[in-house]
């Protein structure tokens, strides 16, 4: 589907885009809720973020137990939301700079706007190279322990003006988190950047004065840096960039090294991330991180991933295990993506279910906020030095110069378009298991409800908000959300 037909959808639904205030509890329960606006993807149809007609509560007593609900109460508030985004990588930003400056345009605009596209409020970026650049680089000089030769002219090219293009389109204002895959090889015991190997204990404080060097670059670029997480995946050996911590490890480190440095050079306020790997682990590695108060003082929060799913199943209740033992500390999905890549299953309609379904029980579980991975690739799934091809939601075939939209970009847009920064999430339940659903309270007052239906048949139901209720149906394989 062309972005010119999404655009003229969108633009039909603009007035309903919730907007960013602070929220006042005691007002959220009297706001006299009428009608619901309700946007819908559906599989076998030509129904993108497509706007319905809007539906009208009516006063509505006890639901029998053979008519499905979906219930929504907002009196029960629970974690703040933060945002959602993606990654501005290497890759990402080689093929953006490939694009016509129209499609540059159209790009930035689908992606950050929250009128004309979906509203992103968040990024990520790799600090040295990961498996999406084009290259293995860093920023210093072998055996530059001193970080004297330190510069950042590889990212000024591609990456930085992406980067600042990406802010503009979203308002002048994307939180980034910065993530490294490895130190140099010559800080590593394995000599080599790839194939995991650990950070030696000589190089510590070089390693951490590293990541100030690169906060304290972008910054004076004119990018300001929200966050960063310690090590992509730190227990994963991997064919491209890659560095093993144990959970000991990483909280000695934080603990002892990257912790105070940060604090030392003015930079307490950047919010720290632990673990960002999969789910499988999560609570054993953050129990370790945060049982230690002289590491937990410095963590803001616990990233994860998605990449689980090679054992055998996605343990979503391990997110909502670190959000009861640990809720003074945030959690959120730091990447995600689908593959592997070929133009053969573009079009497989599971692929954006699959972020559907993980964004609901990410959010339900107490995620304050959902990164992606690549925004953007090229036609072949890359640019990526190790082979390692992706799906992103937008592919651009560089050749043609034209985008091409996945579905998964539509499901994403069915949270990031309406759920604004700032938001609450409430208690949302269904009565039947078919279908899956979260709700948010946005700093307006509105409510933004999303209900996913997986299967191959429509379920007709009633949406629930104290004394009344709207009918309406859900398609198969389709998601939709309503703002009332």
């Known amino acids: 589907m062309k972005l010119n037909v999404l655009t003229f ?30 946007f819908t993807t559906a599989d076998s149809t030509k129904l993108r973020l497509s706007p319905g007609e809007a539906l009208i509560f009516s006063p509505f ?68 190279s990961c498996d999406f650049s084009s290259d293995m680089y860093t920023y210093v000089d072998d055996n530059d322990r001193e970080l004297k030769s330190f510069t950042l002219a590889h990212d000024e090219r591609y990456k930085v003006p992406f980067i600042k293009k990406a802010t503009a389109a979203a308002g002048g ?28 204990p000589e190089f510590f404080d070089s390693w951490a004065n590293y990541y100030v060097k690169f ?44 912790g105070p440095t940060l604090k030392k050079n003015g930079l307490a306020d950047k919010k720290l991330i632990a673990w960002d790997h999969n789910r499988d682990l999560i609570y054993q590695r953050a129990s370790t991180y945060l049982s230690d108060p002289g590491a937990a003082k410095y963590i803001w929060g616990i990233g994860f991933h998605w990449y689980e799913i090679w054992n055998g199943g996605r343990q979503y209740e391990n997110v909502k295990r670190v959000a009861e033992a640990f ?36 959010f339900n579980n107490g995620a304050v906020a959902w990164i992606d991975w690549n925004i953007l690739l090229d036609e072949t799934g890359g640019p990526n030095h190790v082979k390692n091809f992706c799906f992103a939601p937008v592919h651009a075939k560089t050749q043609a110069g034209s985008l091409h939209y996945m579905n998964s ?76």
């Open 215 to 258: 906060i304290q670059g972008y910054e004076k670029m004119g990018i300001p840096i929200w966050g960063l997480s310690v090590q992509n995946e730190p227990m994963a050996k991997q064919t491209w960039e890659s560095c093993i911590f144990t959970a000991q490890e990483e909280t000695d480190f934080i603990k002892n090294h990257l």
């Open 173 to 200: 204002n994307l939180p980034l988190l910065v993530s490294p895959w490895s130190p140099p090889a010559w800080m590593k015991d394995n000599q080599n950047m790839l194939q995991g190997g650990k950070l030696k």
């Open 327 to 362: 809720p003074d500390k945030n959690l959120l999905l730091t990447e995600a993506c689908n593959y592997p890549f070929s133009w053969q299953t573009f079009d497989q309609w599971s692929w954006g279910e699959q972020y559907g379904e993980n964004m609901i029980h990410d």
């Open 61 to 128: 007593g006890q639901p029998f137990e053979n008519q499905p609900c979906v219930f929504v109460d907002p009196a029960h508030q629970f974690q703040t939301f933060v945002g959602i985004g993606a990654a501005l990588t290497d890759a990402a930003a080689e093929t953006f700079a490939k694009l016509p400056p129209a499609k540059q345009t159209e790009l930035l605009q689908a992606y950050f706007d929250p009128q004309k596209g979906i509203g992103y409020t968040l990024a990520r970026t790799n600090i040295n």
């Open 409 to 484: 970009y539509y499901y994403i847009g069915h949270f990031s378009k309406f759920i604004r920064p700032g938001a609450k999430r409430i208690i949302s339940s269904s009565s039947r298991a078919q279908l899956l659903t979260t709700a948010f309270l946005n700093p307006d007052g509105s409510i933004v409800l999303i209900v996913m239906n997986q299967r191959k048949e429509k379920i007709s139901y009633h949406l629930c908000l104290g004394g009344q209720a709207v009918e309406t149906v859900s398609l198969p394989h389709s998601i939709v959300t309503m703002v009332f």
């Open 9 to 38: 959808f969108l633009l039909l639904f603009t007035a309903c885009t919730p907007k960013t205030s602070s929220i006042d509890s005691e007002k959220t329960g009297n706001i006299d809720r009428k009608t619901v606006a309700i």
